[in-house]
T-cell receptor
């Protein structure tokens, strides 16, 4: 049973460019959440997708956008990259939008490490 | 404005002894708390949780204590094993469908 997979594992971009990160959820999961983990920080919630719609959003600018496909996989897009966007981007999947105890059922992928030069 | 704080960036403990990792929070709306463990090159994995209706939850070698009046929780690992060496994140959520808020993490090193 494959867990959450993310691609690519590493990526280097320059300021102003655009990037797309991809996530395949764990088998049987239909909800995908994206997190940004800057160096020395904890993961910070970006947004969550369920039924191909953005259901919740954290405190991130509109440069961060996403998409969920009918097969539940998801993409995170970041436009006009800034140096401060350098971070580990984590994808997490769950069955249904986590509420209360449901957060325990959220599985994280290994992340994509993005470096913006 | 950090709502979940882990003030110890690192902790070193001898194998077989107790590891105590601490976490403080400021948002009184938080009522559900989780601990995650993260190894290098892997995503965080869920370890143990506690609801605000309890003050203790135990799972094998891991116990989480919650002190609501102090807005403080701690994770106890007894006995500590070298395989426990990882970064531990405390996370919190308010009731309803609110996203998790994570602390910065504490790197635990268990020395054999």
């Amino acid at each position: 049973d494959a867990g959450v997979t993310q691609s690519p594992t590493h990526l280097i971009k320059t300021r102003g460019q655009q990037v797309t990160l991809r996530c395949s959820p764990k088998s049987g999961h239909d909800t995908v959440s994206w997190y940004q983990q800057a160096l020395g920080q904890g993961p910070q919630f970006i947004f969550q997708y369920y039924e191909e719609e953005e259901r919740q959003r954290g405190n991130f600018p509109d440069r961060f956008s996403g998409h969920q496909f009918p097969n539940y996989s998801s993409e995170l897009n970041v436009n006009a990259l800034l140096l401060g966007d350098s971070a580990l981007y984590l994808c997490a999947s769950s069955l249904g939008a986590p509420v209360g105890w449901g957060w325990e059922t959220q599985y994280f992928g290994p992340g994509t490490r993005l470096l913006v030069l | 404005d950090q709502q979940v704080k882990q003030n110890s960036p690192s902790l070193s403990v001898q194998e077989g002894r107790i590891s105590i990792l601490n976490c403080d929070y400021t948002n009184s709306m938080f009522d559900y708390f989780l601990w995650y463990k993260k190894y290098p090159a892997e995503g965080p994995t869920f370890l143990i949780s506690i609801s605000s209706i309890k003050d203790k939850n135990e799972d094998g070698r891991f116990t989480v204590f919650l002190n609501k009046s102090a807005k403080h929780l701690s994770l106890h690992i007894v006995p500590s094993q070298p395989g426990d060496s990882a970064v531990y994140f405390c996370a919190a959520s308010a009731s309803g469908n609110t996203p998790l808020v994570f602390g910065k993490g504490t790197r635990l090193s268990v020395i054999a």
